[in-house]
């Protein structure tokens, strides 16, 4: 369920979010915390950093006032999606499937499979447009890639 209020107060740890992907560099494979499915070893994921309040007097002067637990995952379609849904105000937790929220988004903002595909075409109208209204750039030698893919610039 999408919300756009978090109290961070109530929750037995907190987690803190990478800022970008990165690759599931542990021995084994991992579950997505949302989807659950298995995410190999390499594969693209989300890292969470997860800590807890300390509980006795020996865990806070060990480790001061976080206790640090192991990192949780997401997968990269349900990271996607967090990070966008985050990105736009809502308030987001693991251990929820976040496809579900993305599907409620989708029911509240009303994007329905026609309208997503008029907006791509749409945006694809426009950048095929700047294109051809840029200034003409200098003649140059074709790179081997051009020449592979048949395009000669005149």
């Not at 929750?11 to 084994?28: A, C, H, I, M």
């Not at 806070?60 to 995952?73: C, H, I, Q, T, Y």
Request: with cysteine; glycine share 4%.
């Amino acid at each position: 369920m999408l919300s756009c209020s978090c109290n961070y107060d109530d929750y037995e740890y907190w987690v803190n979010p990478d800022d970008d992907f990165s690759t599931l560099n542990t021995k084994r494979s991992r579950k997505c915390e949302s989807c659950r499915e298995k995410i190999s070893v390499g594969k693209t994921v989300l890292r969470f950093e997860c800590f807890r309040v300390p509980k006795c007097e020996y865990e806070e002067n060990r480790f001061g006032d976080e206790v640090p637990l192991a990192d949780k995952f997401l997968c990269e379609s349900c990271g996607e999606i967090h990070l966008n849904l985050t990105a736009a105000g809502y308030c987001m937790v693991l251990g929820h499937d976040h496809r579900d929220d993305m599907r409620e988004y989708r029911e509240m903002v009303k994007f329905s499979k026609e309208e997503r595909k008029m907006k791509r075409a749409e945006e694809t109208r426009l950048a095929a447009n700047v294109r051809l209204y840029e200034s003409p750039k200098k003649k140059r030698p074709l790179t081997c890639s051009e020449r592979a893919r048949g395009q000669n610039q005149k």
